[in-house]
């Protein structure tokens, strides 16, 4: 069992603002990227944390959602000025955002939750299936020393090169991909219909890549529970570190309801219930007991 970190952050640090959207365009077929100003907010967040967002003045959906940093937008100086955030339209929340323009208000809370731990490794190997890229543009900036985050800005051992390895069911679905790239990640592309990229599971392509690489590589993971589990037993095989942040569906995002626990291993050998808004997103693959046939 890995003891939270040092830097825990508990919803008590969170900021709640009411923000007007700057621009929400489309990246991709049912994928957008909202931005909207919050220097307080874009100052505190490190990769891997979250936030919870509704529409404000709404009573319909009442709850928040939970969604991801995508990155710190900043300003002609480099100071933290905004947020970008990238989300999927699955359900009523997120098909009323996507309809949304620039100016209309949102209420946001965050940063939220447990980022990516800084680590040291010679190659940051991030894989992602569906939407599970989102955590990943600002982890490999930062890994890269292309971005820093946080105040004061945290300081992370740098990593030589930064691999992404992103799965969808078919290539228009495979938003952000540019962004990446421009930001020197190598990227390698599966796909379920064999419309781009390799046809089959991206975690099919996990080994080679970490084989090619050496010994001194990291791995990140975030999508489907399968594809998490999966990606794990790869990096246990190969013996190289692997964290996977949890999409765990999210009432509140802020301890409250239990309704996001996940079942993490404890010193002793058994698990227990850990909330993923809190202790989580972030945790060590080898702590999570995931649901596997």
Known sequence: MHPLPATTHFPDRAVFETVAIEENVCIGRDTYRIRFASSRMAAAFLPGQFLMMRLAGEDEPLLGRALALYDVVRDAHGRPAGLDIVYLTLGKMTRRLAGLGAGARLEVWGPLGNGFPPAAAEHLVMVAGGIGQTPFLAMAKEA???AYYGTPPRQVPQARSATLCFGAKTADLLGGVDDFRAAGVEVHLA????SRGHHGFVTELV????ERLGPSVRIACCGPEAMMAATARVARE???PCQVSLETPMACGIGICFSCVAR????????DYRRTCVEGPVFDAEDVVFDEP
């Open 144 to 146: 890269l020393g292309l």
């Open 264 to 271: 993490i291993r404890d010193a002793g050998g058994g698990w």
């Open 207 to 210: 080994r080679p890549v970490v």
């Open 238 to 240: 190969l013996g190289v």
């Open 191 to 194: 796909t379920d219909d064999g």
